[in-house]
């Protein structure tokens, strides 16, 4: 056990343990509980053994975090980073990156052979594994998990999740032997409060002595204005409780981006910090803007020399970075935020206020799960420099204060399977293997183990239909007839009823029309009375438990109907990630990309791309949709491709350039074509075309101005941040991948140049 200026917590020590001993562990802990202390002791190993370390985080924000940590706490000459945008000192001993950045070497691609990528490498931190249920990214942990060589130790970093054991119980079966250690304890403790708008001049706890709902909690009343639901905003005395009691600095969770920024103006009135404090602030900020000139006419200035700051994805990294600098230093005392830095940038608050426990998504409002509360919640409580964290729920009109204390009290989410089968992955897993050695990686994903769990309502259902099946078989028939005798009875019954209408209505006809009956109507007739002799003949005929048996039948045969179709729905469910692999692996074949389940010339180029739609991307560069392009032009082209839809937001339109229209029009014939490809094989993988942002990275890379970017369009900063670089991630695929055609590439990195100029290539 390695010396530690501090004495550790049990689960700690009982982390450590396990890994001294060469095991792998899972560690579940509440957030801020210290889970970091337990990667730093695998370092510690790695640095005495003079092995190597792999740290792996969710963002690169993170991943630039704790590359900065790591590098003041071992020495910077120890430690590498490699991200999307970064590759620094990759063959240190310790090196952070972000896990995609893992994942790709497994597959020994981009980044090298698999023995060369982890040569020397004992131990993969896997930071934030509860990611696994990231809807887009959650596959990634997967793969690594099942690709990483069983002679890594892997450390799982999770927040509290319900299945920790599940989860383990996984990678002991597909990596190595691996101990759990699941702890809910908290070295700062949290205290929960509530504030309702009617005593605007307190906090209310949110519990009672005994543990119930504190009754001095009324819900809040319902405002209506022009037939809407409205709320008077109530920031400024929630802060302004919380400057009284001392239970500052905060985070302010909130879940808009225009919410946060008009909050913070709000607060600017209130005295947070003191003259001396507002000196130092500015100190810091002088500093900085020398550093980071473009940052100069920030209109969020203001706001930093009044203790208050807003930190979302509309801001620019650099700016996020000097309120992260701020805050961590205590000169900011609330930052109103968006639940994203609740995902573990070290910004350590006294105190949460969460404004409402539901948000807007896409598909309309709903309640945050118990493990996002418990996130963001979480970041209450400094270790070492509070007794207690604070965590304060807003009244709104939306939710009532029992809902409240019922997802407070919930316990966390379990961990869901996001493993789904892709382009690249097909191909990767058959350059490497067999397609039944390929199955067998398939099946070992955490959604099939975890299968039995997930599919457990359908297995209930499959249980109470035997259930139903066993009883109807339970019936004793008097005279030992069989179901299908009864089957045959009621047949030949209903036969008899039919047969009687048709002679009634002939007869009826004939009648009316004054006709001989012909002599097959008296042969039916005869035949139709056979029949009833029949019936009187079969004991069903008088048997007083007739119906009741019939009954039983008539159910046995709708319960075994519908258990053949659950079934095949659970054969179905239980194999669905197979069949994705399959359905992908057929539309590759289509395409000439596979053959003989290993992949064609075109297949390897395909391997090595890594985007939302593998093959769509691909394509493009198959049809020679870049071909004569500028740098300008070819960045535009491909941030078409890389734009997500945008919702809710009004885009300015600006004119394409003649040579981006007609790129753009071959490449929406391509989607068109694949569309019904995949359409076929029930695949539904994204293919973006959108053109948002297209002339204004055109613009940007011929020279302009980063103001005159901003003006021509009304989306944040920080967005035409993220979508420039993007474009820059696929750019810089199409440099390093095997197969490009090579005007492509050095159009390619004369883009990247134009691109990456301040502030699209600060990081943050």
């Given at each position: 056990?390695?010396?530690?200026p501090f004495?550790?917590d049990?689960?700690?020590k009982?982390a450590?343990?396990?890994i001294?001993?060469?095991?792998?562990v899972?560690?579940?802990a509440?957030?801020g509980?210290?889970?970091?202390?337990?990667?730093?002791?695998a370092?510690?190993?790695a640095?005495k053994?003079n092995k190597?370390?792999?740290?792996?985080?969710p963002?690169?924000?993170?991943?630039n975090?704790k590359y900065?940590?790591?590098?003041?706490?071992?020495g910077?000459d120890k430690?590498?980073?490699?991200?999307?945008d970064?590759?620094?000192?990759r063959?240190?001993?310790?090196?952070v990156?972000?896990?995609?950045?893992?994942r790709n070497?497994?597959?020994?691609?981009?980044?090298?052979?698999?023995?060369?990528?982890l040569?020397?490498?004992k131990?993969?931190?896997?930071?934030?594994?509860?990611?696994?249920n990231?809807e887009?990214?959650?596959t990634?942990?997967?793969?690594?998990?099942?690709?990483?060589?069983?002679?890594?130790?892997?450390?799982?970093?999770s927040?509290t999740?319900?299945?920790a054991?599940e989860?383990?119980?996984?990678?002991?079966t597909?990596h190595s032997?691996?101990?759990?250690?699941?702890?809910?304890?908290?070295?700062?403790?949290?205290?929960?409060?509530y504030?309702?708008s009617?005593?605007?001049d307190?906090l209310?706890?949110?519990?009672?002595?005994?543990g119930?709902?504190?009754k001095?909690?009324?819900p809040?009343?319902?405002?209506?204005k022009?037939?809407?639901?409205?709320?008077r905003s109530?920031?400024?005395?929630?802060?302004?409780?919380l400057?009284?009691?001392?239970?500052?600095?905060?985070?302010y969770?909130?879940?808009?981006?225009?919410?946060?920024?008009e909050q913070?103006e709000?607060c600017?009135s209130?005295?947070?910090v003191?003259p001396?404090e507002?000196?130092r602030?500015?100190?810091?900020?002088?500093?900085y803007?020398?550093?980071?000139?473009?940052?100069?006419?920030?209109k969020?200035?203001e706001?930093?020399?009044?203790?208050v700051?807003?930190?979302?994805?509309?801001l620019?990294?650099?700016?996020?970075?000097l309120?992260?600098?701020?805050f961590?230093?205590?000169l900011?005392?609330?930052?109103?935020?968006?639940?994203?830095?609740?995902?573990?940038?070290?910004?350590?608050a006294r105190?949460?206020v969460?404004?409402?426990?539901?948000?807007r998504?896409?598909s309309?409002?709903r309640?945050?799960t118990?493990?996002?509360?418990?996130?963001?919640s979480?970041r209450?409580?400094?270790r070492?420099?509070?007794?207690?964290?604070?965590?304060?729920?807003?009244?709104?009109?939306?939710?009532?204060?029992?809902e409240?204390?019922?997802?407070?009290?919930s316990?966390?989410n379990?961990l869901?399977?996001?493993?789904?089968?892709?382009?690249?992955?097909?191909?990767n897993l058959?350059?490497?293997f067999?397609?039944?050695?390929?199955?067998?990686?398939i099946?070992?994903?955490f959604?099939?183990?975890?299968?039995g769990?997930r599919?457990?309502?359908?297995?209930e259902?499959?249980?109470?239909?035997?259930?139903?099946?066993?009883?109807?078989?339970a019936f004793?028939c008097p005279h030992?007839?069989?179901?299908?005798?009864?089957?045959?009875y009621?047949?030949?019954?209903v036969m008899?009823?039919a047969?009687?209408?048709?002679?009634?209505?002939?007869r009826?006809q004939e009648?009316?029309k004054q006709?001989e009956?012909?002599p097959?109507?008296?042969?039916?007739?005869?035949q139709?009375?056979?029949?009833?002799?029949?019936?009187?003949a079969?004991?069903?005929?008088?048997c007083?438990?007739?119906k009741?048996h019939?009954?039983?039948?008539e159910?046995?045969?709708r319960?075994?109907?519908k258990?053949?179709e659950l079934?095949k729905?659970?054969?179905?469910?239980?194999d669905?990630f197979?069949n994705?692999?399959?359905?992908?692996?057929?539309?590759?074949?289509e395409?000439?990309c596979?053959?003989?389940?290993?992949?064609?010339?075109?297949?390897?180029?395909i391997?090595q791309?890594?985007?939302e739609?593998?093959?769509?991307?691909?394509?493009?560069?198959?049809?020679?949709?870049?071909?004569g392009?500028?740098?300008?032009?070819l960045?535009?082209?491909v941030?078409?491709?890389?734009t997500?839809?945008?919702?809710?937001i009004?885009i300015?339109?600006?004119?394409l350039?003649?040579?981006?229209?007609?790129a753009?029009?071959?490449?929406?014939?391509?989607?068109?074509?694949l569309?019904k490809?995949?359409?076929?094989y029930?695949?539904?993988?994204?293919?973006y075309?959108?053109?948002?942002f297209?002339?204004?990275?055109?613009?940007?890379?011929?020279?302009a101005?980063?103001d005159?970017i901003v003006?021509q369009?009304?989306?944040?900063?920080?967005d035409l941040?993220r979508?420039f670089k993007?474009?820059?991630d696929?750019?810089?695929?199409?440099?390093t991948?095997?197969?490009?055609?090579?005007d492509?590439?050095?159009?390619?990195?004369?883009?990247i140049?134009?691109?990456q100029?301040?502030?699209?290539d600060?990081d943050?």
């Amino acid at each position: 056990m390695y010396d530690f200026p501090f004495e550790l917590d049990d689960f700690q020590k009982q982390a450590c343990d396990y890994i001294s001993n060469g095991e792998s562990v899972v560690v579940c802990a509440p957030t801020g509980a210290g889970k970091t202390v337990i990667a730093e002791h695998a370092i510690h190993c790695a640095l005495k053994e003079n092995k190597r370390v792999f740290y792996t985080t969710p963002l690169k924000a993170l991943s630039n975090q704790k590359y900065r940590d790591f590098s003041d706490k071992f020495g910077i000459d120890k430690v590498g980073l490699l991200t999307g945008d970064t590759s620094c000192n990759r063959g240190a001993q310790i090196v952070v990156m972000t896990t995609e950045v893992f994942r790709n070497m497994l597959y020994g691609t981009n980044f090298g052979s698999v023995t060369d990528n982890l040569k020397d490498v004992k131990y993969i931190v896997l930071d934030e594994v509860h990611y696994m249920n990231d809807e887009q990214r959650g596959t990634v942990w997967e793969e690594s998990i099942i690709y990483c060589p069983t002679n890594v130790q892997i450390i799982a970093l999770s927040a509290t999740v319900a299945n920790a054991d599940e989860l383990t119980g996984w990678i002991n079966t597909v990596h190595s032997k691996t101990e759990l250690v699941n702890t809910d304890f908290r070295p700062v403790p949290l205290r929960f409060y509530y504030f309702d708008s009617s005593q605007p001049d307190n906090l209310l706890p949110l519990f009672a002595p005994g543990g119930g709902l504190n009754k001095k909690i009324k819900p809040e009343k319902r405002c209506f204005k022009h037939g809407k639901m409205t709320q008077r905003s109530v920031v400024k005395d929630v802060i302004r409780n919380l400057h009284k009691k001392d239970m500052l600095p905060a985070i302010y969770f909130t879940f808009s981006r225009k919410k946060c920024d008009e909050q913070m103006e709000k607060c600017v009135s209130l005295s947070l910090v003191t003259p001396s404090e507002q000196k130092r602030i500015k100190e810091i900020i002088d500093e900085y803007i020398a550093e980071n000139p473009y940052l100069y006419k920030n209109k969020h200035i203001e706001y930093l020399l009044s203790g208050v700051a807003s930190h979302h994805a509309g801001l620019l990294p650099g700016w996020k970075v000097l309120v992260e600098k701020l805050f961590q230093e205590g000169l900011i005392k609330v930052v109103f935020a968006t639940e994203t830095l609740a995902a573990g940038i070290n910004m350590p608050a006294r105190s949460t206020v969460i404004s409402s426990i539901s948000k807007r998504t896409d598909s309309g409002h709903r309640t945050l799960t118990p493990s996002e509360f418990l996130q963001m919640s979480g970041r209450a409580g400094r270790r070492g420099m509070d007794e207690v964290g604070y965590v304060t729920i807003v009244g709104t009109p939306f939710q009532s204060p029992q809902e409240v204390a019922e997802l407070v009290s919930s316990d966390a989410n379990p961990l869901e399977s996001r493993f789904s089968p892709s382009y690249s992955m097909v191909l990767n897993l058959l350059q490497r293997f067999t397609i039944d050695e390929a199955k067998e990686l398939i099946l070992k994903s955490f959604g099939y183990y975890s299968a039995g769990s997930r599919l457990s309502p359908l297995f209930e259902l499959q249980e109470a239909n035997q259930t139903k099946i066993a009883e109807c078989n339970a019936f004793i028939c008097p005279h030992k007839l069989t179901n299908k005798d009864l089957l045959e009875y009621n047949k030949n019954r209903v036969m008899y009823v039919a047969n009687r209408h048709t002679l009634k209505t002939i007869r009826k006809q004939e009648q009316k029309k004054q006709r001989e009956l012909s002599p097959e109507f008296y042969e039916f007739e005869k035949q139709t009375k056979k029949l009833l002799q029949k019936m009187h003949a079969s004991p069903c005929d008088l048997c007083k438990l007739f119906k009741k048996h019939t009954k039983s039948v008539e159910l046995l045969e709708r319960v075994k109907k519908k258990q053949t179709e659950l079934n095949k729905e659970i054969e179905r469910k239980r194999d669905i990630f197979w069949n994705i692999f399959l359905a992908h692996r057929d539309i590759l074949k289509e395409y000439g990309c596979l053959k003989d389940d290993y992949p064609t010339e075109k297949g390897l180029i395909i391997s090595q791309i890594r985007s939302e739609n593998e093959l769509f991307l691909a394509l493009t560069i198959f049809k020679n949709v870049y071909d004569g392009l500028t740098p300008a032009e070819l960045a535009s082209v491909v941030c078409a491709l890389t734009t997500e839809d945008i919702r809710n937001i009004e885009i300015p339109y600006l004119p394409l350039t003649r040579p981006v229209k007609k790129a753009i029009n071959k490449i929406k014939d391509i989607r068109k074509e694949l569309d019904k490809i995949q359409k076929k094989y029930l695949i539904d993988d994204v293919m973006y075309v959108n053109t948002y942002f297209s002339a204004l990275i055109e613009m940007w890379v011929n020279g302009a101005d980063w103001d005159d970017i901003v003006d021509q369009s009304n989306v944040s900063e920080g967005d035409l941040v993220r979508a420039f670089k993007r474009v820059v991630d696929v750019l810089r695929q199409f440099c390093t991948i095997q197969g490009i055609p090579e005007d492509i590439v050095f159009t390619a990195r004369e883009a990247i140049d134009g691109i990456q100029r301040t502030p699209i290539d600060i990081d943050s």
